[in-house]
């Protein structure tokens, strides 16, 4: 009888044994695959710390202190932020959307069907190859692409598009206020000097160890000082922060700060400060 592992077949097992072995590390899901120092997340209603090897969850909340951080298993896409910088992650398998509060923002995406949405409080970005650079500032958001082609909005009030255009390699726009969106040439010297030196070269993957597991490190229950940067923010996101945070309202103190801050909106009114009920008039 002829042998069904001939000497070809064993060569063809062996291959196919290192192939698998020594393939690319790929992530199901969202990690923070560097961290200088610890990164806050909140999830949830608890604020938490984590480092390198922390699985993300959609709506997770992320604040760098004074050192830089990346993100990767979205796709394809490498993303860092730099220090003092906010970021919300909202991922599906469908669509990754990041909402920069305040700071910087890279994100490197290959060519594909991966669509990254980024968000601030003055744009929205669509990103579906090259590389960008997006900056949230109190009083300015800028964009620059370094590679690439994309869709940058100008949002309104309501977060309705007032206007999109499109920026090609090496363009950049800034947005001041409330004022309409510029576009020009290369980014001036006050756009260079502020971004992180780490943003000046290209991203580099960085992989944790596989099947590493890294548990975020509880703290406590958020403050209102911790969350009140995205609950005054106008950054929509699909989690709707209002439901996530009415449970803190049995915190007397949390209670007290917003109802200082939002007790008057439009979202939190109608949850502080309810209408009496309605009392039906007896008849005759």
């Known amino acids: 009888m002829t042998s069904l592992f001939t000497a070809k077949t064993v060569v063809r097992f062996a291959c196919l ?3 698998i ?3 690319p590390f790929t992530l199901a899901q ?9 990164v806050q997340v909140i999830r949830g209603t608890v604020l ?3 480092v ?5 969850e959609s709506g997770d909340l992320l604040a760098s202190a004074e050192a830089g951080v990346q993100l990767m298993g979205f796709g394809d896409a490498i993303i860092a932020f730099g220090p003092a910088s906010r970021i919300a992650v909202e991922h599906s398998t469908k669509a990754t959307e990041l909402a920069l509060l305040e700071g910087w923002l890279k994100v490197q995406i ?10 601030t409080s003055r744009l929205r970005v669509r990103a579906t190859s090259g590389t960008l650079i997006v900056h949230a500032g109190a009083l300015r958001d800028e964009v620059f692409v370094e590679n690439g082609t994309q869709m940058v909005a100008e949002l309104g009030s309501k977060r309705e598009v007032l206007r999109e255009i499109k920026l090609d390699r090496e363009q950049f726009a800034v947005r001041s206020g409330d004022a309409p969106l510029k ?3 290369r980014p001036g010297r006050e756009f260079i000097d502020e971004m992180p030196l780490t943003f000046r070269d290209g991203l580099v993957p960085v992989t944790p160890p596989k099947n590493a597991k890294v548990a975020l490190k509880k ?3 958020v403050g209102y000082d911790e969350v009140a940067r995205w609950l005054e923010s106008p950054i929509v996101l699909q989690q709707s922060l209002v439901r996530r945070f009415t449970p803190r309202l049995k915190d007397r103190a949390f209670r007290q700060s917003l109802d200082a801050a939002l007790g008057q909106s439009r979202d939190w009114k109608p949850i502080l400060h309810p209408p009496p009920p309605v009392i039906p008039k007896k008849s005759g």
């Open 17 to 19: 044994f290192l192939l």
């Open 21 to 23: 072995t020594f393939a």
């Open 30 to 38: 969202g990690l923070i695959s560097f961290a200088e120092k610890p």
């Open 48 to 50: 938490h710390t984590g």
């Open 52 to 56: 390198a090897g922390v699985l993300l």
């Open 110 to 119: 290959k060519a594909g069907e991966q669509v990254i949405m980024i968000q």
């Open 183 to 185: 576009t020009g040439g």
């Open 219 to 221: 703290e406590h229950e």
